[in-house]
């Protein structure tokens, strides 16, 4: 991850209350790959631990591997309470994890700070013969009229680059992870008020630092086109799940 592990230093606490929850729908697709409650998961670029959490509460063992100290304290506090939570300082590229101790790894928003090539080899490295790869990430649905203006604000963010997650085609995916893979597409929908959506905008990578000049003129825009939208001071953002996995 390189200079990308201070990209949320600070924003941990935004992260963990604004950012999309996962639900245990996420463990479906994994039953087809012989998934129960013995499996041992690493959870990769783990962040504030929204994804560990719904293996955790499972009772599943899971290794949380994040290089961003912010994040990864944020996520000890929170899971603490599990004792099957193992909090690991490491990468993509360099879980610290033993070889062969892993059956499932999992991603959740993450995979796209990774040097993929050599997170494979890692992953390969710590997955027992029959691991599996479960990647997954939310995209808003830029089609939509205010996600549309939403992007467009963006745009004109020095550190944006886009919706960097649709950069990924499946063929880049089945190169560099996954064969036989299943991918799967979820839509789901939330209503945000404004300091919701503040808060989401400034768990981002790209969020310039609160209070300064650039961010008080997004501030503006943001409310200006939360205004245009709004129903009883809240909006109805649309989101797709995307979920591919299956065997390296």
Known sequence: MNDNVNKFTE???NYDKYRLDYSAEILQPLYHYNFNVNSVIADIGSGTGKL???????????YAVEPNNDMRNM??????IFNNFISINGSAENTTLQSGIIDFVVVGQAFHWFDAPKALTEFKR??????????TWYSRKTDTPFWNEYENILNNIPDYK????RNFSDEIIEKYFLRDYRKIILE?????????LLGSFSSSSYSPKENSMEYNEIHKLLDKIFNKY???DKIICNYEREIYIGNI
């Not at 560990?52 to 899971?62: C, I, P, S, Y």
Request: net charge positive; aromatic share 4%; no cysteine.
């Open 11 to 13: 924003k941990a606490d």
């Open 52 to 62: 560990a959490k719904v293996f955790l509460e499972n009772g599943n063992t899971v």
């Open 75 to 80: 996520a000890d506090k929170s899971l603490k």
């Open 126 to 135: 710590i997955l027992t013969n029959n691991g599996v790869l479960l990647l």
């Open 162 to 165: 886009g919706n960097i997650h």
């Open 188 to 196: 789901t929908n939330r209503e945000l008020t404004f300091a919701e």
């Open 230 to 232: 709004k129903i009883n």
